[in-house]
Structure formats: structure tokens, C-alpha cells
């Protein structure tokens, strides 16, 4: 049971606007930055989003991400079928005194 | 081009000991925290260990704290982990990570290695 919870999937017609949603607490997400990670079939995962919104240089406008609270999500504006990947939240938890990640989305593109 | 290369992955029986190594280069090594992720196979990242730019501080997750030990050479921007006692727990690929918050352990994983995969046989 992961300590950051996700929707284990998530699905959408190209073109569409998907979110992928991330709850924590107040010792993780509601007290640091939240990181998104894209993993493509096969592949290592990557750095999608830092700093709750931030993208990395490369990474396109149509995903973004935001938080509220002690909760996250990353969307996914203008979907293309090179989107389909597992999608992971992480922060740092004070509890545990370490980086934590949520159990992943795995999103299909329809 | 900054990279992260992950070797040392094998077949290893249940309770032996495996070293896993990760060499650096295209960034100044000694500046950044780095870490070790690892993925089962079918399943989702778990953080198993991470140490600061200068060794002095790492942290573990509980799964493998006590059989685990990070440890970093920066003289050949080498990054290690000695794994111990090793369980079929354990199974999974082994990513190396640079932190890009400068020389803590917080902050985002902003360069991954392709893995290296342990197999335990019981």
C-alpha cells in the first residue's frame, strides 16, 4: 500500500483532457514539492514535472501539473497515443524521512 | 550529455550479497545527491536509498535497512550499493538517480540510468 495514492488507471481518446490524480497528507504532499514521472513501455521512467508545475526543458505545455492541499494531479491536455505510459506522483514524507511514490497510473489511450 | 550507467545486476541466491555500481558523467558528481529506485517486475517504483553529495548522510527504506548500504567513491564518480541477505523480496531492476537539489536528498530524480536487474533464486 503506497503511502501516495493513485488511480491504478486511467484512459482517454487522443485529442482529450485527462487528469491523474495524487493524495497524500499533511507530513508528504502537504508540506513539499510534488514530482511527476512518465515511464513509456520498456523504457526507465523520466522527470515530467518538478516543483508541483514545473516542466523540465523538452517536456511539452500540454502536460501540466498542480496542487492543492495535500493532494496533486498531472493533466494531460491534446492526448496522443505516444502518451500511453505509467504515470507516477513522488515527494518527500517527513514520517518516513525519505522520498515516497505513489503506486502509479497506467494510462491506455483508447 | 549527462548520464547515469548501472552495472552489477545478476542471479543471486536467497541470502547472498550482490554489489551494484552506477558510473556518472556529464555533471560534477560530488555536487549531488544520488540514489538507488527499484521496480519489481509488473509493479510500481519503490525508493530504496539515497546519500547526499559528500556520504554523510543517507537514508534507507525500511524494506532494507539493516541488509542495504549506499555508498559513493567521488574521486571516480562512482555510486555503489551492497546489497546483503538478499530476499526474493528483492528481485526487481535497480535504477540509479541524480537528485537535481544540489547536494541534499530532497528534490526531484532529473536523470535515470536504463537499470540493471537482480533475479533471486530460492
Known amino acids: 500500500q503506497s503511502i501516495l495514492t493513485q488511480p491504478p488507471s486511467a484512459s482517454g481518446t487522443p485529442g482529450q483532457r485527462v487528469t491523474i490524480s495524487c493524495s497524500g497528507s499533511s507530513s508528504n504532499i502537504g508540506r513539499d514539492y510534488v514530482y511527476w514521472y512518465q515511464q513509456l513501455p520498456g523504457a526507465a521512467p523520466s522527470l515530467l514535472i518538478y516543483g508541483n508545475d514545473q516542466r523540465p526543458s523538452g517536456v511539452p505545455d500540454r502536460f501540466s501539473g498542480s496542487k492543492s492541499g495535500t493532494s496533486a494531479s498531472l493533466a494531460i491536455s491534446g492526448l496522443r497515443s505516444e502518451d500511453e505510459a505509467s504515470y507516477y506522483c513522488?515527494?518527500?514524507?517527513?514520517?518516513?524521512?525519505?522520498?515516497?511514490f505513489g503506486g502509479g497510473t497506467k494510462l491506455t489511450v483508447l | 550529455e549527462v548520464q547515469v550507467v548501472e552495472s552489477g545486476g545478476d542471479l543471486v541466491g536467497t541470502g547472498g550479497s550482490l554489489r551494484l555500481s552506477c558510473s556518472a558523467s556529464?555533471?560534477?558528481?560530488?555536487?549531488?545527491?544520488l540514489h538507488w529506485v527499484r521496480q519489481a517486475p509488473g509493479k510500481g517504483l519503490e525508493y530504496v536509498s539515497g546519500?547526499?553529495?559528500?556520504?554523510?548522510?543517507?537514508n534507507y527504506a525500511d524494506s532494507v535497512k539493516g541488509r542495504f548500504t549506499i555508498s559513493r567513491d567521488n574521486s571516480k564518480s562512482i555510486l555503489y550499493l551492497q546489497m546483503n541477505n538478499v530476499g526474493t523480496e528483492d528481485a526487481a531492476v535497480y535504477y540509479c538517480v541524480k537528485g537535481d537539489y544540489g547536494s541534499g536528498l530532497r528534490g526531484a530524480f532529473d536523470v535515470w540510468g536504463q537499470g540493471t536487474e537482480v533475479i533471486v533464486s530460492s
Open positions: 513522488a515527494t518527500w514524507d517527513d514520517n518516513v524521512g525519505g522520498p515516497v
Open positions: 546519500i547526499n553529495n559528500n556520504g554523510a548522510e543517507r
Open positions: 556529464g555533471f560534477s558528481f560530488s555536487e549531488h545527491g
